[in-house]
């Protein structure tokens, strides 16, 4: 075949088949060169997009630059534009010098994507600025009044909430605090699991789990009943028969009937923690203590965000103001010590535990965090001594775990916890772990006065026909 080639280039002959095979060569060479090479410099002239956290970092002239966002101002002199735009991944913004030869009207509220030189700024409000070239709109807005809604008002439309500041930045944080888990984590040479949603387990007890009925009758088996998953404690203990250290941040699900409650969801986000050979309540103190110190110190760096999200609710409560990076340790108290502090003040004991105004009380004697500890046995039945951090809300409940399998089954006779307590004569050993409801530590966090407005799409108990899981 090469001969003849050879030949038709010398006669000057050029057979159709041949510049077929050509072109799929080239074809081929084009969508090589296309896959080895940064996509901006194949598929066209004009720069990637970046964020605007990126394009700040550049502080200094750098040609072109593309930018997606939405338009929070707009105003025109003369024959420019000035627009202010944000991108959702941070609390900056910057400002856009649109000509009118590129656009005329750029509307507040609209999706937009523009490219154009990223120059030093003659304003006196902004460094650097984005001299429009081109200009899209991508999407607009009927009605862009976020700003000026209340918590309660924009809660009714929870899929527009990511609209407003003040929440995005609530998101932004709950991403952050979930990086930062898994460093800590990671750091301390832990293993992370994902733990089933569906479960046989109702591992608190407290009869407000969500039972699971499939279309199929005995979908797992004969009168085999399943329920939403209320904690992942009890799998965890099952990993630690193996694996030391381990943790999950995963789905759990309370049918609660609390509807006017500010601290309580049907469906929310719970970090469990359990490690082996941990045979005191004070070494699992310390590893709850050690994560929260180290979430505290991440926040410190986050000021705008959290500032931003503080003023989306307009308030802040006041336990929150006491919580600063610079704690050393938390307090320690045991249950009956408590209760004589509670007395001493004239507070008032239900002796049902500690109620939630006892708790805030006590987060307030001691002007932070305090560990309670050596709660009576039958409060936590699979647990031998237990403890938990009060503060804004419940923080931590964590507990060194019952080894006697007997005495497990004499306190819980289930036939389906049979397994659990088996653990116990196929060398699993004393295991220690916690609990962190992750929604209820970011509103402590933020000093947020409701749950749902620190997670995306709240589910909570619904009276009187009111739709509270609205998408």
Known sequence: ?????????????????????????????????????????????????????KVFEQQQECGHAEIHGWVVRSSKFSKMSFVRVHDGTSTRNVQIVVPKSVYKNVPVGAAIAVSGNWAKSRGAEQDMELHAEQLRICATDENPDYEQKSA???????????????????????????????????????????????????????????????EKPDYFGVNKKMFLSVSSQ??????????PRVYTIGSAFRADIQPHSRTHLAEFRMLEAEVAF???????????????????????????????????????????????????RFPRITYDEALAILAKHEENIDGRGLSKANEMFLAAHFGSPVFVTNFPIDQKPPTRSICSGRGLA???????????????????????????????RRGKPTSAGFGIGFDRLLQCHLGEPSIRDVIPFPRWYSPQGRINAQC
């Open 152 to 214: 309660d008002a924009i809660r009714q439309a929870v899929h527009l909430r990511a609209r407003h500041p003040g929440f995005a930045a609530i998101m932004r944080l709950r991403s952050r605090l979930t990086i930062l888990t898994h460093a800590f984590f990671e750091e301390n040479d832990y293993v992370h699991i994902d733990t089933p949603v569906l479960t046989s387990n109702d591992c608190e007890g407290a009869g407000e789990t969500f039972t699971v009925h499939a």
């Open 234 to 243: 009890m799998h965890l203990e099952a990993m630690t028969s193996g694996i």
């Open 394 to 424: 419940r923080w931590p409940a964590a507990g060194v775990r019952e080894q006697d399998p007997d005495e497990l089954m004499k306190r819980n006779a289930q036939p389906e916890l049979a397994w659990y307590a088996e653990l116990r």
């Open 1 to 53: 075949m090469l001969a003849t080639i050879r030949v038709r280039f010398a006669n000057g002959v050029y057979d159709n088949w041949f510049w077929e095979l050509l072109r799929s060569l080239v074809g081929v060479a084009w969508r090589m060169l296309r896959l080895l090479l940064p996509g901006s410099c194949v598929r066209s002239f004009a720069p990637a997009c970046s964020t605007l956290s």
């Open 278 to 328: 941990c045979e005191t309540l004070t070494e699992i103190c310390d590893v709850v203590e050690k994560y929260m110190l180290f979430i505290l110190k991440g926040f410190a760096a986050l000021k705008g965000d959290v500032e931003l999200a503080r003023s989306f609710a307009k308030e802040v409560s006041e336990p929150m103001k006491r919580l600063q990076p610079g704690l050393a």
